[in-house]
C-alpha cells in the first residue's frame, strides 16, 4: 500500500523497522537511512524481509531531498536526533511527502526545546497540502494520545493531569542513559516546569519529587520534570488546570548525574582541550554505553501512563490510564530495550495511520489533535496494550 522512509538508525529507528516489517501489507517498501550506513546495515541484517538501506545526512536538506527523490516515499518517519527536524520538515515540504517526528526541535548550542519553531511550519505544509505529525513516540505520543481518548470518552471534564514515566529497568552498568545520552542528560538537567491555572512554573532541577505505586512495578520515587507534551496538552486539552510530567530515576542514576554535573561534564559548551574544541557532553557521550547496546541485558519493566482527575456525568473521576512494557520481552522481538520499543512502535503506527489515510489533514499536527482511537486500537495490536485504573 505505500512506502516508507525511515531517517535515524538508532535504537528508536531499529524498533521502528522492525514493526514497519511486520506489516508488509501497509509498509511495502521500506527504507532506512543514517549518517553512519553500517548501522543501517546491522538493522536490516536482523530483518526476514528486504528493505533498502542509505547513506544521509540529513542536516543537508539537498541530500535528504536527494534521497526523498530517489526512494519517493508516502511518509518521512523522522527517528534521528531533534537536532534534524526542521532540515528533514525542509527537505519533505520541498519534495511533498508528508513528515512524522517522535521528538520536538531543538537547537544544537541552546537547551531548549519547545514547539515554537515547528507550529512556524503550520502555514507552509497547509498550503501545500502536506501533512506534519509532531511527537509520536511514548511521551510525547501515546501520553498525549491517552488525555485526547480521555477527553473524548473518559471525562466530562479534566482538571489535572499528571504524566508518570517508569524505568524499573536494570541494565547493570553503574551509569548509562536508555535513549541518546546527549538529549537526556540535557532534558533530565534542565529546570522542572508545569502548567497551572495558565501560568507556567519554574523549579529547580529535580526538586520536587513524589513516590507513586506503578502498576506491574511497585512504588518509586518519581521527580517533576519538563517535558515536550506539556507545551502541546496545555494548548489542546480543553480547561486543564494542571499538568505536569514526573519520571522515575534511581538513586545511583542520580548520584553519578550529581558528581558528572559538579565537575562540569553535562555541559554544553565548547571547552579547548590540547588544541581542540570539545563539547563535553558530547565527550561523555561518547564513553558512556551506546543505548543500542543496552538491550540484551536490560531487565525489567517500564510503566507510563497519565493520571488524570475530573467529572464525569457530574461526578469526580480519578483514573491511571497506562502501559506496562518488559525490556527482554521487546528484546526478544525486536533486539531492542523497552525504551527504545515504547518509542518506535507509536512511530510506526502513526506512519501506518497516514499511510493508510485514516489520519489525515494538511498542516502540522500535534497527535492529540488527531483521532485517538484508531491508535488506540493500534496499541493494543502492535506490541503496548494499555490499561484504565480507577482509583479511589
Ligand atoms: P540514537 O542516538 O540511538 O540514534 C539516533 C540516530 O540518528 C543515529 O543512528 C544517528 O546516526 C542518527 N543521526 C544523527 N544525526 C544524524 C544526521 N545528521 N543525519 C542522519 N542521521 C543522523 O537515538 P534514539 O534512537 O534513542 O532516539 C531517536 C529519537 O527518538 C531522538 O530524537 C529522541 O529524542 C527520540 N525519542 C523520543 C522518545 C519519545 O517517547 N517521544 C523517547 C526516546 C527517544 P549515527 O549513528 O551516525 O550517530
Known sequence: MGKVLIIGAGGVGGVVTHKCAQVPDVFEEITLASRT????????????RPIGIAAVDADK??????????????VVVNVALPYQDLAIMDACLETGVDYLDTANYEPPDEAKFCYKWQWDYQ???????????????????????????????????????????????????????????EINIREVTARGKYFEEGKWLKTDPLSVQMTFDFPGIGPKKAYLMYHEELESLAKN??????????????????????????????????????????????FLKKLLPDP??????????????????????????K??????????????????????????VPAMIGAMLMVTGVWKGAGVFNVEELDPDPFMDKLNLHGLPWHILEMA
Not at 37 to 48: H, M, P, T, V, Y
Not at 61 to 74: G, H, Q, S, W, Y
Not at 253 to 277: A, R, S
Request: with cysteine; proline share 4%.
Open 123 to 181: 502555514e507552509r505544509f497547509k498550503k501545500a497540502g502536506l501533512m506534519a505529525v509532531l511527537g509520536s513516540g511514548f511521551d510525547p505520543g501515546v501520553t498525549n494520545i491517552f488525555c485526547a481518548y480521555a477527553q473524548k470518552h473518559l471525562f466530562d471534564e479534566i482538571n489535572t493531569i499528571d504524566i508518570l514515566d517508569a524505568n524499573a529497568g536494570d541494565h547493570g552498568h553503574p551509569f548509562a542513559t536508555n535513549f541518546n545520552p
Open 237 to 282: 486539552i480543553r480547561g486543564v488546570r494542571r499538568i505536569r510530567f514526573w519520571m522515575t530515576f534511581s538513586d545511583n542514576y542520580l548520584k553519578h548525574l550529581e558528581v558528572l554535573q559538579n565537575v562540569g561534564m553535562t555541559g554544553i559548551e565548547p571547552v579547548e582541550f590540547e588544541g581542540h574544541q570539545i563539547v563535553p557532553l558530547q
Open 37 to 48: 550506513i553500517g548501522r543501517c546495515e546491522k538493522i536490516r541484517d536482523q530483518l526476514s
Open 319 to 344: 483514573l491511571f490510564i497506562y502501559n506496562v512494557c518488559d525490556h527482554q520481552e521487546c528484546y526478544r522481538e525486536v533486539q531492542s530495550q523497552a525504551i527504545s520499543y515504547t518509542t518506535g
Open 292 to 317: 543500542a547496546s543496552l538491550g540484551p541485558r536490560t531487565k525489567g519493566k517500564t510503566c507510563i501512563g497519565c493520571l488524570i482527575e475530573g467529572l464525569k456525568d457530574g461526578k469526580p473521576r
Open 61 to 74: 536538506v539537498a541530500e535528504t531531498v536527494a534521497l526523498i527523490k530517489r526512494v519517493k516515499p508516502d
